[in-house]
């Protein structure tokens, strides 16, 4: 099992900036891929970032330029600084963990972002 736990979230102005947070604890092994997804109430959950055991990083178009996700690998946290946010921003964000040789996925619980202009 592997526990998730966020922070991070809140409320920010158009075009601010906002630094979300996820450690991960529990039975972690590479390899593995952490990352950020997003869900609003008229769309399904989507890819935000993610970042591989390895470095590797995927971005989703829209945040590309704005998002940048990152990591501590000592302390298995995984970072997304989210520079010049907009009203679409406005959703749920919730960190997911994806164990790549067990095939399991787990999720934190979600933290809200709200942008306000």
């Known amino acids: 099992q592997v526990q998730l736990v966020e922070s991070g979230g809140g409320l920010v102005q158009f075009g601010g900036s906002l630094r979300l947070s996820c450690a991960a604890s529990g039975s972690i092994a590479s390899p593995y891929v952490m990352g950020w997804y997003r869900q609003s109430l008229t769309k399904a959950r989507e890819l935000v970032a993610e970042i591989t055991s390895r470095g590797t990083t995927n971005y989703a178009d829209s945040v590309k330029g704005r998002f940048t996700i990152s990591r501590d690998n000592a302390k298995n946290t995984v970072f997304l600084q989210m520079n010049n946010l907009n009203l679409e921003d406005t959703v749920v964000y919730y960190c997911?963990?994806?164990?790549?040789?067990?095939?399991?996925?787990?999720w934190g619980q979600g933290t809200q972002v709200t942008v306000s202009s």
């Open positions: 997911r963990f994806a164990d790549v040789l067990r095939n399991r996925i787990y």
